[in-house]
Each structure stands twice: as C-alpha cells, then as structure tokens.
C-alpha cells in the first residue's frame, strides 16, 4: 500500500509524471493535432489549465476542431476550394481565420510556409496536393503575445499542428522549415516612403490633402493575407483607407451563399464606400483584393478605383495570379 500511495504522489507531483499526464491529454485532446513540445511552452505542461476547452464541429472531412491551448484559441481543419461562408453558423470555420483585430499589419511566416502573424492572429494554409482542399490552422491570440518573440513560437505551434492535421486528413502537401525571427510591428511612414503592401499606391489631388500616413507589411508570395492602411493625423491618427488582399480560405471566408451585401461573390463591384476585385491564383480558390473607407474618410470612386487598380496589381502578380478583374 505504501508503495502504491508513494507511486501516486510521484505520478501527481513529479516533472515527469507532469508530462506524462499531459502526454495523455494530448492523445485525445483536439483530435490529437496538438504537438507536445510546442504546446508546452505556452501551457508548461499543465493539462488541466493550458488544455481546458476542447470543441468539434461537423463530420467527415468537413470536421474541424476549436480548442483552447493555455490563453489562445486554435482552429484546425480541411477547407474544400468551393466552400463559401453560409453566414448562418457562428462556429463556422471560415468566421474564424484572423477573427480578433489587430493594430499591425500580416506579416509573412517565413520558412517556406504558407501563412502570415500579425502579432494576434496566426494562420497556415497548406493546399493538398491530392484533393481540391487545404489544411489550415488559425491561431487567435491576445495583447500577451504581441511581441516578436512570442509570435514565433506561436508560429512553430501553428506549422507543428499543420503537420499533424496533414496527415489526420490525408493531405499530400509540402512542408516548410524553422520560423525564422519575427520583424518588429510595422510603424506608421510618410507616403513616399512605402517599400511593402503600399508600394505603387499614389496619393494626388483632393486626397493627398488629408492623407499622411501609411502602415504596411512585407510584401510577400507566401503570405495569404495582405493589408495596406492610409491615415490621416489630425486630432487623433485615424485609419482612413483599408485595402486587403485575401488568398485560399482567406478569400472564401469574404464570399457567402447568399448575396447579401457584404458578400464578394461577383467577380468586381464598387460600392460607396468599397471596392473588391478578383483573379485567379493557382491551387487554388479566386483571390479577392479590396478597398475599405472608413466613417473618417470622404470616399470618392475615382480614388477607390484606382487605388484598388494598383495594389490588386502588384498582389496579383506576386502571387502568380492571373485573370484579374477590376471594377471600373
């Protein structure tokens, strides 16, 4: 009995009884797609906090997992190239790709993956080599890990469960390496000096009189999401002009099975205040490349038009997308 009581406080309180009881939960924890290294960084190998909400959502190939890994909210699943959003159920996968706001613009992984951080949010897309779908895992975080170095060890968490779900689904696909070091946050520059996602972008006449500022990220083949932000200083920085560039799940998540207003299921459109166009990317659904005015701007069409022209462009052809299509 002695023994049997010893051998239970150890499993109870030693390091590697820690481990072992948290290599139990992970078996079955989020389908079992979590990796232990990278996860217990952020949970020190505590089970009953780090692992505490563990959902499944659909059946079949159309399954995805949402499970909370310590402060952080992870979503891992196979997103078929036509899926659209129903916007009818709220734990849909698509809602939840980049699904808390963030200050700083997406920003590549890096490695040779497929996905981007913008210091909140964290997302890998791979595409199946085998089948007409990608494997992603999105990654909602919070302030704690705006930080560099926080967001590279969310990144190696997020390409560890890529790799698992790859092979959970049965998806041929093609892996990237080590996450290299994560940029500093993007700050705000002066127009002309725009290297990124802003580059090629003019800003003249009834606009160049209120605009003064740019925020940006790097502008990269590998990264599906791009944005490109125009500010005006006054008072209190205010953002003015959105223009993003969404690809794969990204881009699906803005299309609906519906055409109600908001849902970019045409192939271009202007509105009052917005603008989308669309091109045909390999492996892939159609990219979506948009503009955004918000209550602090005064939108003309001309500018939205011909802003939008210039960044889809250069996006477009980045990514090695044809087909574009511009509204006019």
């Known amino acids: 009995m002695l023994i049997l009581v010893g051998g239970y406080i150890w499993y109870q309180t030693s390091d590697t009884g820690k481990g072992w009881r948290y290599k139990e939960r992970l078996a079955t924890y989020c389908d079992g797609l979590l990796p ?8 020190s190998l505590n089970a009953e906090i780090g692992l505490a909400h563990d959902e499944h959502h659909g059946s079949g190939e159309s399954r995805y997992n949402s499970c ?54 964290t997302g890998v897309v791979l595409p199946c080599n085998n089948k007409p779908a990608s494997v992603v895992v999105s990654i909602a975080g919070d302030k704690s890990h705006e930080n560099p170095r926080a967001a590279r060890k969310v ?7 890529a790799r ?15 996450i290299p070091p994560v940029s500093r946050p993007a700050t705000k520059k002066y127009l002309p000096s725009a290297t990124g996602t802003c580059k ?3 800003i ?24 490109c932000t125009f500010g005006e200083f006054g008072a209190n920085p205010e953002r003015l002009y959105v223009l993003e ?53 005064d939108p003309r069409k001309p500018f939205l038009i011909k ?3 210039a960044f889809a462009e250069r996006s477009a052809a980045r990514h090695g997308c044809t087909d574009l299509r511009l509204p006019r």
């Open 36 to 43: 232990y290294d990278e996860s217990a960084v952020f949970t």
């Open 68 to 121: 909370r890994v310590s402060d952080m909210t992870m979503t891992i699943g196979l997103i078929a190239d036509e899926a659209v959003n129903s916007r009818l159920d709220k734990f849909e996968m698509l809602d939840t790709l980049r699904s808390s706001a963030s200050d700083t613009p997406p920003k590549p992984l890096g490695g040779g993956w497929t996905g981007y951080t913008d210091l909140r949010n």
């Open 155 to 161: 990144g190696e968490l997020a390409v560890a469960a």
């Open 164 to 178: 698992n779900a790859s092979a959970h689904w049965s998806c041929k696909t093609k892996f990237g390496g080590r």
């Open 200 to 202: 090629g972008i003019r």
């Open 204 to 227: 003249t006449g009834y606009e160049s009189m209120y605009i003064d500022w740019l925020k940006e990220g790097e502008a990269s083949d590998t990264t599906p999401l791009e944005v």
């Open 245 to 297: 560039a969404a690809f794969g799940p990204y881009a699906q998540r803005l299309r609906s099975t519906t055409d109600e207003t908001g849902s970019m299921n045409a192939s271009a459109g202007l509105g009052r205040n917005m603008a989308w166009a669309t091109a045909a990317c390999p492996g892939s659904a159609r990219a979506i490349f948009s503009i955004y005015a918000t209550e602090y701007a």
């Open 307 to 309: 802003s939008l022209h």
